[in-house]
C-alpha cells in the first residue's frame, strides 16, 4: 500500500511539473514576435533608433558591427565601426540625442584592466555603411587589487544605460559562493579615461548564477523606468533618488522559461523588447512584452 501511495505522489509530481513546464514555455513564446536573421545568432544588444528601426549587436568574437533589423527579423543592412573591434560586446544604449553606445566590457576572466565603450552618431544620420566611434575607456579602482580572490570577482559586466549624460554599469555576478548581488557604477559619456565610480548594489537572487546573472538595462523613453533583465525575470525600478536607481520601488516580472535572454530595450514606455541568443537550436528570437498586461510582483529591497 505504501509502495502504490509513492508512485500516485511521484504520478502527481510528474504531472504538475509538466504543467508548470508547459505554461512557463507558453508564458514567454506568447510573446515572441519575430525569430533573427542566423547573422544574429550571438545577439547581445538591441535598440530602436529615432526613427522607431531596431538595431542588433553580436556577442564577442563576432565583426564590429551594427545590424538594423527588420520586422521579419531579417538583416536589412549592416555598420561598420572602423575604429572598433569586437572583442567581448555584450549590450547597447543611447542617449537622448540618439547617439548609440556599443559596450565592449564583457570580462568573464577578470582579466581585463581597461574596458571600452564606442560611442557613434545616430545610426539615422550613417549614410555610408560605416561609422567612426568616440572611444570611451574606463577601469575600477579594485580591478587592480590582488589577489581576485574568488568572493571579489564581480567585475564582468553585460549591462548599461545612460542618464543624464552619464553611463551607469550593472555588473554580472561571478563571485564565488555566489551572493547574488548586481553592482552600479558610473562613469562620463564622452572620450575620456575614466575610474568607474561606485554607486550601489541590488540582490537579484541567490538560486543559480545562470538565473541571477543581469545581461542587458534598459532605460525607458521617458527616462522614469530603469529594467533589468537576468534569465528568467525582468526587474522594473521606479521613483529612486537622485542616479541611485536601487533606491526606488522594485517590481519583477516574470518571463518564463530559462533561455539564454541577453537583451533588452524599450520600444516606448509601456512596450518592453527581449532578444536571446541561440543555444543549442534555442532562442534567437525577439519577444514583445506590454507592460501594462504583466502580473507586476513588487519586491522587498
Not at 555603411?129 to 579602482?141: D, L, N, V
Not at 540582490?203 to 533589468?228: F, G, I, N, Q
Not at 533561455?259 to 514606455?269: G, I, L, M, S
Request: charge should be negative; proline fraction near 3%; aromatic fraction near 14%.
Amino acid at each position: 500500500m505504501l509502495k502504490k501511495s509513492f508512485v500516485f505522489i511521484s504520478a502527481v509530481s510528474v504531472v504538475v511539473l509538466g504543467a508548470i513546464a508547459s505554461y512557463l514555455i507558453y508564458h514567454l513564446y506568447q510573446h515572441k514576435f519575430v525569430t533573427l536573421d542566423p547573422q544574429l545568432r550571438e545577439v547581445s544588444g538591441i535598440e530602436f533608433d529615432k526613427h522607431g528601426r531596431l538595431w542588433a549587436i553580436n556577442d564577442g568574437g563576432n565583426g564590429p558591427y551594427l545590424y538594423q533589423v527588420d520586422d521579419q527579423g531579417q538583416v536589412k543592412q549592416r555598420i561598420e565601426v572602423t575604429n572598433a573591434k569586437n572583442i567581448d560586446w555584450e549590450d547597447m544604449t543611447q542617449n537622448e540625442f540618439g547617439h548609440f553606445f556599443l559596450g565592449d566590457f564583457g570580462n568573464n576572466k577578470h582579466d581585463r584592466r581597461w574596458l571600452t565603450i564606442y560611442k557613434i552618431e545616430n545610426p539615422i544620420d550613417i549614410k555610408s555603411g560605416k561609422a567612426f566611434a568616440e572611444i570611451i575607456k574606463f577601469t575600477y579602482k579594485e580591478l587592480w587589487e590582488e589577489p581576485m580572490t574568488p568572493e571579489r570577482q564581480n567585475f564582468d559586466l553585460e549591462a548599461f544605460v545612460e542618464y543624464k549624460h552619464k553611463l551607469y554599469l550593472f555588473t554580472k555576478n561571478r563571485t564565488r559562493p555566489f551572493d547574488g548581488k548586481t553592482n552600479l557604477y558610473r562613469i562620463g559619456n564622452h572620450a575620456d579615461n575614466y575610474e568607474a565610480e561606485f554607486i550601489g548594489s541590488f540582490k537579484t537572487c541567490t538560486t543559480a548564477e545562470k538565473l541571477c546573472w543581469v545581461t542587458s538595462a534598459a532605460m525607458s523613453p521617458d527616462r522614469t523606468t530603469l529594467a533589468l533583465l537576468d534569465s528568467t525575470d525582468l526587474w522594473l525600478f521606479k521613483n529612486w533618488q537622485g542616479d541611485n536607481f536601487f533606491s526606488g520601488e522594485v517590481q519583477k516580472v516574470n518571463l518564463g522559461i530559462v533561455t539564454q535572454k541577453e537583451a533588452v530595450t524599450f520600444y516606448d514606455n509601456n512596450t518592453v523588447v527581449i532578444a536571446d541568443e541561440e543555444f543549442q537550436g534555442i532562442g534567437r528570437n525577439i519577444y514583445v512584452f506590454k507592460l501594462d498586461e504583466q502580473q507586476l510582483e513588487p519586491m522587498d529591497k
